[in-house]
């Protein structure tokens, strides 16, 4: 079945750092790939999304592509802040055929020191 | 504030007992659908409906049962409760029956079974 594997973490990095969140996906077909991010006592937000091969996804400075090539849609943000510490949740979905719900990965907590 | 409201914000209840979890979508939103977090088993896709009709199922336990009504709002049912069932339970909504639409998540229902 379909899978989406990314690294658990935690991940901690100093304020202004690069960050990398590694997420690669097993699917049939052609998924809709998704960044969802969950802060503490909360539910979870759309951070970003491309619905196909090369498209890249981009909001409040994350950025992602879509690589159909390497079954991968990786998170990145050049300088990351105290406040983007939260977990990071990677799902795909299918845009065709019948509606589904999403397939996330298990999370990536991330910790942001100042 | 999503716009999507769960209630309660907090569920404590025995083994063997019936609860219902309310959430009411995003307004103009026709989809429901519903998720399971624990920690065990991550985010779980459980049951999905859209004006009304069931529309996909994902891994609900036959214990467990949902339903939309007339004006939108759904209920998630959960009987002879087990100890495993404690998780956190979010709804989603969305304007359509895709979820490549993109999903607004509710703050959950955190449910304990003691």
């Known amino acids: 079945g379909d899978s989406v594997t990314q690294m658990e973490g935690p991940v901690t990095l100093s304020e202004e750092a690069f960050l990398t969140i590694n997420c690669t996906y097993t699917?049939?077909?052609?998924?809709?790939l998704f960044w969802y991010v969950q802060y503490p006592g909360e539910g979870l937000q759309l951070l970003l999304k491309?619905?196909?091969?090369?498209d890249k996804g981009s909001n409040k400075g994350f950025e992602a592509t879509y690589r159909k090539e390497t079954t991968s849609f990786h998170l990145e943000k050049g300088s990351v802040q105290v406040s983007d510490s939260a977990v990071y949740f990677c799902?795909?979905?299918?845009?065709?055929?019948?509606?589904?719900?999403?397939?996330f990965g298990k999370g990536t907590h991330l910790i942001i020191q100042p | 504030d999503s716009g999507v409201t769960q209630t309660p914000k907090h569920l404590i209840t025995a083994t063997g007992q019936r609860v219902t979890l309310r959430c009411s979508p995003r307004?103009?939103?026709?989809?429901v659908y519903w998720y399971q977090q624990s920690l065990d088993q991550g985010l779980q896709f459980l049951i999905q409906?859209?004006?009304?009709?069931?529309?996909a199922k994902g891994n609900i336990l036959e214990r467990f049962s949902a339903q939309q009504f007339p004006d939108l709002h759904s209920e998630l049912n959960l009987s002879s409760l087990e100890l495993g069932d404690s998780a956190l339970y979010f709804c989603?909504?969305?304007?359509?029956?895709?979820?490549?639409?993109?999903?607004?998540f509710g703050s959950g229902t955190r449910l304990t079974v003691v």
């Open positions: 491309a619905t196909k091969a090369d």
């Open positions: 307004s103009g939103d026709l989809s």
């Open positions: 799902a795909l979905s299918y845009s065709g055929g019948g509606a589904d719900g999403l397939t």
């Open positions: 699917a049939t077909g052609y998924p809709s």
């Open positions: 409906y859209y004006n009304g009709e069931e529309r």
């Open positions: 989603a909504s969305s304007p359509g029956d895709r979820v490549s639409y993109g999903y607004t």
